[in-house]
Protein backbone atom coordinates (compact mmCIF):
# COMPACT_ATOMS: atom_id res chain seq x y z
CA UNK A 1 0.00 0.00 0.00
CA UNK A 2 1.77 3.22 -1.14
CA UNK A 3 1.60 6.12 0.75
CA UNK A 4 1.99 9.84 0.72
CA UNK A 5 4.03 10.48 -2.32
CA UNK A 6 5.99 14.01 -3.54
CA UNK A 7 8.24 14.72 -5.76
CA UNK A 8 10.43 16.17 -6.52
CA UNK A 9 12.33 15.61 -3.36
CA UNK A 10 14.66 18.91 -3.05
CA UNK A 11 14.53 21.63 -5.18
CA UNK A 12 16.58 24.71 -5.82
CA UNK A 13 14.69 28.47 -7.52
CA UNK A 14 15.76 32.05 -7.35
CA UNK A 15 13.94 34.56 -5.46
CA UNK A 16 11.43 35.77 -8.13
CA UNK A 17 10.33 32.33 -9.77
CA UNK A 18 7.49 29.91 -9.49
CA UNK A 19 7.55 26.71 -8.18
CA UNK A 20 5.02 23.35 -8.79
CA UNK A 21 5.13 20.46 -5.91
CA UNK A 22 3.43 17.30 -6.37
CA UNK A 23 1.39 14.78 -4.48
CA UNK A 24 0.03 11.77 -4.82
CA UNK A 25 -2.25 10.67 -1.89
CA UNK A 26 -2.40 6.95 0.08
CA UNK A 27 -4.34 4.60 -1.78
CA UNK A 28 -8.10 5.07 -1.03
CA UNK A 29 -7.86 9.09 0.72
CA UNK A 30 -9.81 11.69 -1.46
CA UNK A 31 -8.52 14.71 1.11
CA UNK A 32 -5.20 16.77 0.47
CA UNK A 33 -3.63 18.91 3.03
CA UNK A 34 -0.68 21.18 2.30
CA UNK A 35 1.81 22.32 5.01
CA UNK A 36 4.93 24.32 5.17
CA UNK A 37 7.58 23.07 7.83
CA UNK A 38 10.34 25.85 7.97
CA UNK A 39 13.56 25.27 10.08
CA UNK A 40 13.46 24.55 13.48
CA UNK A 41 9.66 24.86 13.43
CA UNK A 42 6.73 22.98 13.68
CA UNK A 43 4.41 22.42 10.16
CA UNK A 44 2.09 25.22 9.34
CA UNK A 45 -1.67 24.80 7.39
CA UNK A 46 -1.44 26.10 4.16
CA UNK A 47 -4.63 24.70 2.84
CA UNK A 48 -6.72 21.59 2.17
CA UNK A 49 -8.44 20.34 -1.34
CA UNK A 50 -11.28 18.20 -1.64
CA UNK A 51 -13.11 17.54 -4.55
CA UNK A 52 -11.51 19.13 -6.34
CA UNK A 53 -12.23 22.41 -4.13
CA UNK A 54 -10.02 24.33 -1.58
CA UNK A 55 -11.69 23.84 1.63
CA UNK A 56 -10.26 25.59 3.90
CA UNK A 57 -7.04 27.82 3.76
CA UNK A 58 -4.53 29.22 6.67
CA UNK A 59 -2.61 32.27 6.91
CA UNK A 60 -0.69 32.47 3.75
CA UNK A 61 -1.07 35.11 0.96
CA UNK A 62 -2.29 34.30 -2.33
CA UNK A 63 1.14 33.48 -4.25
CA UNK A 64 0.40 30.12 -3.03
CA UNK A 65 -2.27 28.50 -4.72
CA UNK A 66 -3.06 24.76 -5.51
CA UNK A 67 -5.04 22.49 -7.25
CA UNK A 68 -6.38 18.91 -6.77
CA UNK A 69 -7.03 16.77 -9.93
CA UNK A 70 -10.13 13.73 -10.24
CA UNK A 71 -7.48 11.09 -9.39
CA UNK A 72 -6.98 13.19 -6.20
CA UNK A 73 -3.26 14.16 -6.57
CA UNK A 74 -2.81 17.33 -6.04
CA UNK A 75 0.09 20.29 -6.89
CA UNK A 76 0.85 23.56 -4.63
CA UNK A 77 2.25 26.20 -6.58
CA UNK A 78 3.80 29.43 -4.99
CA UNK A 79 4.56 32.14 -7.29
CA UNK A 80 7.10 35.46 -7.00
CA UNK A 81 9.29 33.39 -4.45
CA UNK A 82 10.84 34.93 -1.41
CA UNK A 83 13.50 33.80 0.96
CA UNK A 84 11.27 33.09 3.31
CA UNK A 85 9.66 30.60 1.42
CA UNK A 86 12.70 28.27 1.58
CA UNK A 87 11.10 25.64 3.61
CA UNK A 88 9.85 22.00 3.86
CA UNK A 89 6.46 21.23 1.93
CA UNK A 90 4.98 18.59 3.46
CA UNK A 91 1.53 16.80 2.23
CA UNK A 92 -0.80 15.27 3.62
CA UNK A 93 -3.76 12.92 2.68
CA UNK A 94 -7.03 11.52 4.63
CA UNK A 95 -10.51 9.91 4.00
CA UNK A 96 -13.12 12.10 3.60
CA UNK A 97 -13.46 15.12 5.72
CA UNK A 98 -14.76 13.97 9.43
CA UNK A 99 -12.49 15.90 11.72
CA UNK A 100 -11.40 12.03 13.13
CA UNK A 101 -9.76 10.65 10.49
CA UNK A 102 -6.30 10.00 10.61
CA UNK A 103 -3.76 12.25 8.10
CA UNK A 104 -1.01 10.63 6.88
CA UNK A 105 2.25 12.77 5.76
CA UNK A 106 4.62 12.34 3.10
CA UNK A 107 8.37 12.79 3.19
CA UNK A 108 7.74 16.25 1.94
CA UNK A 109 9.44 18.52 -0.55
CA UNK A 110 12.79 20.61 0.10
CA UNK A 111 12.53 24.72 -1.48
CA UNK A 112 15.43 26.57 -1.15
CA UNK A 113 14.59 30.12 -2.28
CA UNK A 114 18.13 31.27 -3.05
CA UNK B 1 -6.57 31.12 19.71
CA UNK B 2 -5.36 27.31 19.42
CA UNK B 3 -2.07 26.54 20.20
CA UNK B 4 -0.16 23.90 21.31
CA UNK B 5 3.03 24.46 23.63
CA UNK B 6 6.11 21.74 23.76
CA UNK B 7 8.11 23.22 27.13
CA UNK B 8 11.42 21.23 26.13
CA UNK B 9 13.00 22.26 23.05
CA UNK B 10 16.12 19.48 23.53
CA UNK B 11 15.83 16.52 25.90
CA UNK B 12 18.97 13.59 26.04
CA UNK B 13 18.14 10.54 27.53
CA UNK B 14 19.88 7.38 28.04
CA UNK B 15 19.27 4.61 26.36
CA UNK B 16 17.09 2.41 28.08
CA UNK B 17 15.82 5.22 30.30
CA UNK B 18 11.91 6.36 30.44
CA UNK B 19 10.95 9.29 28.24
CA UNK B 20 8.41 11.89 29.09
CA UNK B 21 7.72 14.69 26.26
CA UNK B 22 4.93 17.06 28.08
CA UNK B 23 2.21 19.00 25.55
CA UNK B 24 0.23 21.41 26.57
CA UNK B 25 -2.61 22.72 24.40
CA UNK B 26 -5.00 25.44 23.89
CA UNK B 27 -8.20 24.74 22.24
CA UNK B 28 -12.27 25.41 23.32
CA UNK B 29 -13.42 22.08 23.32
CA UNK B 30 -12.79 18.38 23.27
CA UNK B 31 -9.39 18.12 20.93
CA UNK B 32 -8.51 15.91 18.59
CA UNK B 33 -4.74 15.20 19.56
CA UNK B 34 -1.91 13.50 17.97
CA UNK B 35 1.73 12.68 18.61
CA UNK B 36 4.16 12.39 15.60
CA UNK B 37 7.91 11.65 14.88
CA UNK B 38 10.03 12.87 12.13
CA UNK B 39 13.33 11.71 11.53
CA UNK B 40 16.55 13.64 9.92
CA UNK B 41 14.94 14.76 6.71
CA UNK B 42 11.95 12.45 6.63
CA UNK B 43 8.17 13.48 6.74
CA UNK B 44 5.97 12.64 9.74
CA UNK B 45 5.22 9.06 11.29
CA UNK B 46 1.94 9.13 13.41
CA UNK B 47 2.84 7.88 16.67
CA UNK B 48 -0.71 7.83 18.66
CA UNK B 49 -3.81 9.90 18.49
CA UNK B 50 -6.68 10.78 20.85
CA UNK B 51 -10.01 11.47 19.90
CA UNK B 52 -12.44 10.31 22.60
CA UNK B 53 -12.90 7.27 25.36
CA UNK B 54 -10.14 6.13 27.63
CA UNK B 55 -7.94 8.66 28.03
CA UNK B 56 -4.73 6.74 28.20
CA UNK B 57 -3.83 6.01 24.40
CA UNK B 58 -1.07 3.22 23.17
CA UNK B 59 0.86 4.27 19.97
CA UNK B 60 3.67 2.51 18.04
CA UNK B 61 6.79 1.86 19.00
CA UNK B 62 5.97 1.39 22.90
CA UNK B 63 4.90 5.14 22.89
CA UNK B 64 1.68 6.19 25.15
CA UNK B 65 0.29 9.22 25.68
CA UNK B 66 -2.10 10.39 28.47
CA UNK B 67 -4.81 13.20 27.68
CA UNK B 68 -5.51 15.17 31.02
CA UNK B 69 -8.44 17.79 30.36
CA UNK B 70 -7.84 19.00 33.88
CA UNK B 71 -4.12 20.33 32.72
CA UNK B 72 -4.89 20.57 29.24
CA UNK B 73 -1.54 17.86 28.35
CA UNK B 74 -1.36 15.24 26.42
CA UNK B 75 2.02 14.35 27.58
CA UNK B 76 4.27 11.06 25.73
CA UNK B 77 5.70 8.17 27.56
CA UNK B 78 7.94 5.33 26.92
CA UNK B 79 9.07 3.15 29.37
CA UNK B 80 12.51 2.09 27.46
CA UNK B 81 14.18 4.50 24.82
CA UNK B 82 16.11 3.18 22.47
CA UNK B 83 18.79 4.79 20.08
CA UNK B 84 16.86 4.51 17.10
CA UNK B 85 14.07 6.56 18.86
CA UNK B 86 16.24 9.48 18.58
CA UNK B 87 14.85 11.97 16.41
CA UNK B 88 11.98 15.18 16.25
CA UNK B 89 9.00 14.88 17.98
CA UNK B 90 5.66 17.02 17.27
CA UNK B 91 2.55 17.22 18.88
CA UNK B 92 -0.38 18.60 17.27
CA UNK B 93 -3.96 19.68 18.17
CA UNK B 94 -6.48 19.10 15.30
CA UNK B 95 -9.10 21.76 13.74
CA UNK B 96 -12.03 21.86 12.85
CA UNK B 97 -12.37 23.27 9.81
CA UNK B 98 -15.52 25.67 8.64
CA UNK B 99 -16.36 23.32 5.54
CA UNK B 100 -15.12 19.80 7.58
CA UNK B 101 -12.18 18.20 7.42
CA UNK B 102 -9.22 19.09 9.90
CA UNK B 103 -6.05 21.36 10.55
CA UNK B 104 -3.59 20.61 12.38
CA UNK B 105 -1.85 22.52 14.58
CA UNK B 106 1.56 21.79 15.35
CA UNK B 107 3.75 22.58 18.37
CA UNK B 108 7.56 23.39 18.04
CA UNK B 109 8.66 20.32 18.18
CA UNK B 110 11.00 18.81 20.81
CA UNK B 111 14.17 17.40 19.61
CA UNK B 112 15.20 13.74 21.73
CA UNK B 113 18.74 12.73 21.75
CA UNK B 114 19.43 9.32 23.04
CA UNK B 115 22.98 8.43 24.84
CA UNK B 116 24.78 5.49 24.79
Known amino acids: DAGVTQSPTHLIKTRGQQVTLRCSPKSGHDTVSWYQQALGQGPQFIFQYYEEEERQRGNFPDRFSGHQFP ?14 DSALYLCA ?14 EGSWLTVV | ?18 LELRCNYSYGATPYLF ?22 VQGI ?44 IFGKGTTLSVSS
Not at chain 2, 9 to 18: D, N, Q, R
Not at chain 2, 36 to 45: F, K, T
Not at chain 2, 65 to 85: I, M
Open chain 1, 93 to 106: SSLGLSSGNTIYFG
Open chain 2, 1 to 18: AQSVTQPDIHITVSEGAS
Open chain 2, 61 to 104: KGFEAEFKRSQSSFNLRKPSVHWSDAAEYFCAVGLPLNQAGTAL
Open chain 1, 71 to 84: NYSSELNVNALLLG
Open chain 2, 35 to 56: WYVQSPGQGLQLLLKYFSGDTL
